[in-house]
Nanobody, 124 residues
Framework: QVQLVESGGGLVQAGGSLRLSCAVS????????MAWFRQAPGKERGFVAA????????YYADSVRGRFAISGDNTKNTVYLQMNNLKPEDTAVYYC?????????????????WGQGTQVTVSS
C-alpha cells in the first residue's frame, strides 16, 4: 500500500509563497491519481488541485487557479503544491491524497489514501 507524508506548511504573510511536499512510499506516485485538499476549521474538506496518473492533466479549484501549481518529481517520488500570492482565506490544513485510478477527481470520498496533513497559516 502507499503511504503519504506531507511537509512544508507554516506561517506566511499574505502575498507570500510556500511549497508543500507529499512524499510517497510503497509505490511510485505516477501509478496513482494524486490530489491536494484542504480543510479550514469548521469547514468541510475541499478540493485544491489534482493530477492524473503519470502526473498528467493538472487541474485546479477556481479559488486557486493561477496562484497554485501541482507537480511531481519521479526521481524523488514526491508531489508538490507550489502556492503563490497566498491569501488569509488559504489558511487550512492541507492534505495529500491518492487514488488507484487513472484519472483524478475533486471528490475527497474518491481517494483511499491520505497523509496526516500540514498546517498553512496566512496572516493579513
Amino acid at each position: 500500500q502507499v503511504q503519504l507524508v506531507e511537509s512544508g506548511g507554516g506561517l506566511v504573510q499574505a502575498g507570500g509563497s510556500l511549497r508543500l511536499s507529499c512524499a510517497v512510499s510503497g509505490r511510485t506516485f505516477s501509478s496513482y491519481a494524486m490530489a491536494w485538499f484542504r480543510q479550514a476549521p469548521g469547514k468541510e474538506r475541499g478540493f485544491v488541485a489534482a493530477i492524473s496518473r503519470s502526473a498528467s492533466n493538472p487541474y485546479y479549484a477556481d479559488s486557486v487557479r493561477g496562484r497554485f501549481a501541482i507537480s511531481g518529481d519521479n526521481t524523488k517520488n514526491t508531489v508538490y503544491l507550489q502556492m503563490n500570492n497566498l491569501k488569509p482565506e488559504d489558511t487550512a490544513v492541507y492534505y495529500c491524497a491518492a487514488r488507484d485510478m487513472r484519472y483524478s477527481n475533486s471528490d475527497p470520498n474518491q481517494y483511499a489514501y491520505w497523509g496526516q496533513g500540514t498546517q498553512v497559516t496566512v496572516s493579513s
